[in-house]
């Protein structure tokens, strides 16, 4: 059933559509739409950001592993490198810094009606993808694969079951938001 559903290119489709959906009702209804909640979190005063965050980390990480588990996904580990995080991290730490969004906070405050997001959010994504298209060959040769690290992930690395990292993860992540909590954060 799963590889008729990953070969049905309309069906992927109208998936990715309803997911985004979801997922752009939730960040909304979270608040990670709002600007004040995105500056408080830069400014260590709202945790809104981390929790939820961190949240969905701790519960795509188990998800995922109890699906792998079972045999219905795979792990596709990409090679990554300092510099592909580098510039990843320059565009989008700019637009952070500027504007107070993320690209998905920026979609879920243009649907909400924000102005900044869409003049200054959506024009300035189109502009940093344009800028990186432009620029890619230059940036393939040159940086993006500089300080290369290899594809495995931290239980291979460590040569441990992947369940020695993930169940830590989760309980170190449950005692940080009680952390959060107490501190009134």
């Not at 309309?10 to 985004?20: E, H, I, N, P, S």
């Not at 993006?144 to 291979?156: T, W």
Request: with cysteine; net charge positive; hydrophobic share 50%.
């Amino acid at each position: 059933m799963l590889i008729e559903l990953h070969q049905n290119k309309k069906v992927q489709a109208v998936l990715g559509l309803c997911f985004g959906v979801i997922f752009g009702f939730l960040l909304q209804k979270s608040g990670l739409t709002n600007y004040n909640v995105i500056v408080g979190q830069l400014l260590l005063t709202d945790f809104t950001v981390i929790k939820t965050m961190l949240s969905a980390v701790i519960i795509g990480m188990i998800g995922f592993h109890l699906l792998k588990k079972t045999g219905l996904v795979k792990s596709h580990i990409a090679i990554g490198s300092l510099g592909s995080n580098l510039i990843g991290g320059l565009i989008f730490g700019c637009g952070f810094a500027l504007l107070g969004y993320g690209p998905e906070s920026v979609s879920g405050a243009i649907g909400q009606g924000a102005l900044d997001a869409l003049f200054g959010g959506f024009i300035g994504i189109l502009i940093g993808a344009g800028l990186f298209a432009k620029f890619y060959s230059v940036l393939n040769d040159r940086v993006l694969h500089c300080g290369e690290f290899s594809n495995k992930s931290i239980p291979q690395l460590l040569n441990i079951n992947e369940w020695c990292v993930v169940i830590p993860f989760s309980i170190l992540s449950v005692g940080f938001f009680l952390v959060l909590e107490y501190y009134g954060l």
